[in-house]
């Protein structure tokens, strides 16, 4: 006798459970994307005589995790690191061909008089263009200042061709040279003075990046120029 569709005994068989899927968690429970990682290093150029070191400063406070290379320019190849990507960022003297380029002047320089311990001329406290009239005036070929001396003596030798030169050439007491005070300061000698130029040029130092750089590094460094916080946002 048939006992019906089934398995033995006539027990119809029990279909298996259909599981369902694990629900979603909701949207706001989702972990968020990580920032995105920006890679360094941060090179920054600098010409003789600037003075990075509190931006730097702050820079490794703030982001300990991205390292800044300073690099060393010279004042003829200034420009050329930058536009050549040799370097992110730099702090030039100006003036310097704009195109292709932000530039924000940062401060000016005052210009001083070089000139050996013992030249009459340090027995005043500052000096005018006129007081350097009949004084041999020395410009090295990497002269950062263009100045004009009336009466001014040309030097009967070939240029010097750097400003550490030019300044080792005065203290033996041969003529002058006139540079930013910062450059006196770098090259400083015990066998040399300097005194302010009060009517001479200065030299302005500027912050100069390429004009279609999108760095966020770079970004990141205008902001510590500018006196930005770490929290403020961008202006």
Same mark, same amino acid.
């Given at each position: 006798?048939?006992?019906?569709? *089934?398995?033995k ?8 459970r259909?599981?369902?899927? +694990? ?21 920054? *150029?600098?010409?003789?005589g600037t ?15 991205v390292?800044?290379?300073l ?7 200034q420009?050329? +690191?930058v =536009?050549?990507a040799?370097?992110?960022a730099?702090l030039v003297?100006?003036?310097?061909d704009?195109?292709?380029l ?15 311990a013992e030249?009459h ?9 006129a007081?350097?009239s *009949?004084e041999?005036l ?12 009336? *009466?001014a003596v ?10 550490e030169? &030019?300044?080792?050439?005065?203290? +033996?007491?041969?003529?002058? =040279?006139v ?7 770098? !090259? !400083?000698?015990?066998?040399?003075? !300097?005194?302010?130029l ?5 030299s302005t =130092? &500027? ?5 279609d750089d999108p ?8 902001g ?6 770490a929290?403020?946002?961008r202006?």
């Open positions: 006798m048939a006992t019906g569709r *089934g398995s005994g006539g027990r119809r068989a029990t279909p298996p259909r599981t369902r899927p +694990a629900p979603k968690p909701p949207a706001a429970r989702r972990a968020a994307p990580e920032a995105p990682s920006v890679p360094g290093p941060f090179r920054l *150029g600098a010409v003789a003075t990075p070191g509190k931006w730097i400063g702050i820079w490794r406070e703030r982001m300990p995790d390292p800044l290379e690099v060393p320019l010279s004042a003829a190849g420009r050329e +690191a =536009v050549t040799a370097v992110d730099a003297r100006l003036p310097i704009r195109d292709g932000h530039v924000i002047p940062l401060y000016d320089e005052v210009p001083v008089v070089v000139c050996a030249s001329l340090t027995a005043a406290d500052e000096l005018s263009i007081d350097l *009949g041999v020395i410009v090295p070929e990497d002269a950062v200042l263009d100045i004009e001396v009336p *009466g040309a030097p009967s030798f070939d240029p010097p061709p750097t400003t030169e &030019a300044i080792a050439t005065v203290a +033996a007491g041969v003529g002058i =040279v540079v930013p005070m910062s450059l006196a300061r770098l !090259h !400083h000698r015990k066998d040399a003075e !300097h005194r302010p009060t009517d001479g040029p200065s =130092v &500027a912050l100069v990046w390429p004009a760095s966020a590094l770079v970004d990141a460094f205008i510590i120029v500018r006196g930005r916080t929290n403020s946002s202006s």
